[in-house]
């Protein structure tokens, strides 16, 4: 398997759940991201790690929390979230953060919170 | 403030007409600037890298360019299968950490 892998791909839960979202990489690359996509909005960089540290944190609310346990893998843990954040979340990843490379993005998790 | 301005918002076009989407930027310490396209349910798909003024990108009927201020890109006789959105995003600052994407533009290529 190759490229940027997300799952699940659609999510729906209530105001109160607990969910986790999941991204794994096979490109072999060092830095991965979370965005934000929300209809009309331009995609909003949420969490930035670079060798699994995280690097950027861009004033996203402490509900969603990040976790980067290797270089391969991201997780997105969702906790008390409210309806406007429901949204589709995309992961990436480069080479290598602060060089000017491109990303590879998975196909997105489409969130509907209740 | 840093921000990148994409026009228009969304372009219909008969399959073989030519035109160009705008991508403006107003960035400290431009870094690179990249176009994606976007299908429908899909993640961003790397199209171009462009690092500074003057230089131009080419790959079959998509041709990017950059100024100091903008960036253009030219769709040559555009067919169906173009139809997407198209991303233009910068990357800025001292340590090249600000990724600033625009909100696209919509195109669409009626057969």
């Known amino acids: 398997e190759t490229g940027v892998t997300q799952t699940p791909r659609h999510l729906v839960m209530g105001m109160t759940n607990k969910k986790s979202l999941k991204c794994e990489q096979h490109?072999?690359?060092?830095?991965m991201y979370w965005y934000k996509q929300s209809a009309k909005k331009p995609l909003e960089l949420m969490f930035v790690y670079s060798l699994e540290e995280r690097v950027e944190n861009n004033s996203v609310p402490s509900r969603f929390s990040p976790e980067c346990p290797n270089s391969s893998h991201l997780f997105l843990h969702l906790h008390t979230l409210q309806p406007e954040d429901s949204a589709l979340y995309l992961c990436?990843?480069?080479?290598?953060?602060?060089?000017?490379?491109?990303?590879?993005f998975g196909d997105g998790t489409r969130l509907s919170i209740l | 403030e840093d921000q990148v301005t994409q026009s228009p918002e969304a372009l219909r076009l008969q399959e073989g007409e030519s035109s160009s989407l705008n991508c403006s930027y107003t960035?400290?310490?431009?870094?690179?600037l990249f176009w994606y396209r976007q299908d429908p349910g899909k993640g961003p798909e790397f199209l171009f890298t462009l690092y500074s003024a003057g230089e131009e990108k080419e790959k079959e009927r998509l041709k990017a360019t950059l100024t100091k201020k903008e960036s253009f890109l030219h769709i040559t006789a555009p067919k169906p299968e173009d139809s997407a959105t198209y991303l233009c995003?910068?990357?800025?600052?001292?340590?090249?950490?600000?990724?600033?994407f625009g909100s696209g533009t919509r195109l669409s290529i009626r057969p």
């Open positions: 990436a990843s480069s080479m290598y953060h602060r060089k000017e490379q491109p990303q590879h």
């Open positions: 960035v400290s310490g431009l870094r690179g």
């Open positions: 995003a910068v990357q800025a600052g001292s340590s090249a950490s600000k990724i600033i």
């Open positions: 490109l072999g690359h060092n830095a």
